[in-house]
């Protein structure tokens, strides 16, 4: 059977074929397609964004659509940056500098705490729809450290890791990541519907 992943994100879609090929899915993305297609994430919610993208595709297409979208939680800063994580302070601005300026944020914050989510859309073009989330919970940490990883992982700390997920090779990080969480109910509920 067929999935396609409503991303042009070569990492994800990586992370996407090392789990779903091995079970049988033959697995293409946005990459694959002759045309560019945009699709713009207005929603409210982590799970909103992810169903847009694979509902537009399953429609258009015909064809069953995941999606993802994801980002970091703090909650001494009101949940942010949240949906809005690829886009704080500019989506094109580094992220050394997005870090920094959040540790300057959370220089007097006595509650660290903040978490990574993922929602992951499943669409078939009947119009069934389903959404599997998966977190990861760590603290904001006092400074940037760690080569590997992207994002916001040089800032949160793991504490079963003792530290940042930036400072550990990346497939431990992908062991215990909200991604890798939110597709392991993914593929539970692919085999579970064969
Ligand atoms: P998305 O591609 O729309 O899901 O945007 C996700 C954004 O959230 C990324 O650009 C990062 O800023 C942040 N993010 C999501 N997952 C991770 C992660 O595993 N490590 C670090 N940052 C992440």
Redesign the pocket.
């Known amino acids: 059977m067929n999935i396609f992943i409503a991303s042009a ?1 070569k990492h ?1 879609i990586e992370e996407f074929k090392e789990m779903l090929e091995p079970l049988g899915y033959e697995i293409s993305s946005l990459n694959d397609l002759d045309e560019d297609i945009e699709i713009e ?1 207005n929603g409210h919610s982590f799970e909103e ?1 992810a169903l847009i993208k694979a509902r537009y595709i399953a429609k258009k297409f015909g064809i069953i659509a995941i999606s ?5 939680e703090i909650d001494a800063l009101n949940k942010q940056p949240g949906i809005y ?2 886009r ?1 302070l500019g989506h094109d601005t580094s ?1 050394d500098y997005k870090n920094l300026e959040i540790l300057k944020m959370m220089k007097d914050k006595k509650d660290r705490t903040c978490r ?1 989510i ?1 929602a992951i859309a499943l669409c078939y073009p009947d119009g069934k729809e389903y959404v599997f989330t998966g977190s990861i919970e760590g603290t904001v940490a006092y400074a940037i450290e760690g080569p590997n ?5 040089p800032i ?1 700390y793991y504490e079963p890791f003792k530290t940042t ?1 930036a400072n550990v090779d990346p497939s431990k ?1 992908n062991q215990v ?3 890798h969480n939110a597709l392991v109910k993914l593929l539970e509920f692919l085999n579970e519907s064969k």
């Open positions: 994100n994800k994430e964004n993802d979208d994801s980002g970091l994580s690829a704080f992220y990574f993922c990883g992207f994002g916001y992982d949160f997920l990080k990541s909200h991604r």
